[in-house]
């Protein structure tokens, strides 16, 4: 069921969304104890700050993983995680529009 403020999105904006889902899932398919996170206000700062341009204000936060991970681990997934929404937000900025505040998660069947 999608939340109102998606469904009012227009067709450009929810394309960017289907194309950011699909980046995400791969993500999730190549880090298997990734099992959620969010991209909010605060949080784990994105990769490159200096960058980051237009996603100045936009954090990885509430990072869930299927079971207890190495620090290293962590900051390598919190990385490649940065780097997706870094891509995303500089060849499309209004993404952030879409991106702040959402909750992303593993599927599982």
Known sequence: MKTPQI???S???RRLEQNFVALV??????CPDLLSFSLGEQGVPLYDRDSAGDAEGVFVTDIMFTKPLSL???EEICDSLS???LD??????EAIA?????TFARTLH
């Open 25 to 30: 899932d791969t993500l999730f398919r190549t």
């Open 72 to 74: 290293i681990y962590q």
């Open 7 to 9: 469904a009012k999105l």
């Open 11 to 13: 067709p450009h904006l």
């Open 98 to 102: 879409v991106l702040r505040g959402r």
């Open 83 to 85: 780097k997706l929404v």
């Open 88 to 93: 995303v937000v500089s060849e499309r900025s």
